[in-house]
């Protein structure tokens, strides 16, 4: 079973959100980047462009596949882990911590409560592996 941790949302794209004040820390999921296998590249987004909840905006490239990443939230894009561009890998050793991909400034509360706690995503994934 995949690490999902307790303090963090999730999308059913696979993207985990913490909340930090009005910033939201995101990264791809332990089970994202386990269905990736290695990553090797990672395409991250332009500091201060506006972006909705939902859209693409990044991109992570493993040895198996090409996968975009989706905004969990809308807002701007205020920060981004420069340090992916030189060690992808993060995202593997650590995708809750140092790999994490970018920060957004969150203009609606809100949509926080469209996403899935750590129990509903728990479910979702084992929901998705039993249609496989």
Known sequence: MSD?????????EHEWVRMEGSVGVCGIT??????LTDIVYVELPEVDIEIGQGEQVAVVESVKAVSDVY?????TIVEINEELEDS????????YGEGWIFKIEIENDDELEELMDAEEYAAFIESMEEEE
């Open 30 to 35: 332990d089970y994202a980047q386990e269905m």
């Open 88 to 95: 992808p890998e993060m995202v593997n050793d650590d995708p």
């Open 71 to 75: 905004a969990p939230l809308t807002g």
């Open 4 to 12: 999902i941790p307790k303090d963090l949302k999730y999308t059913e």
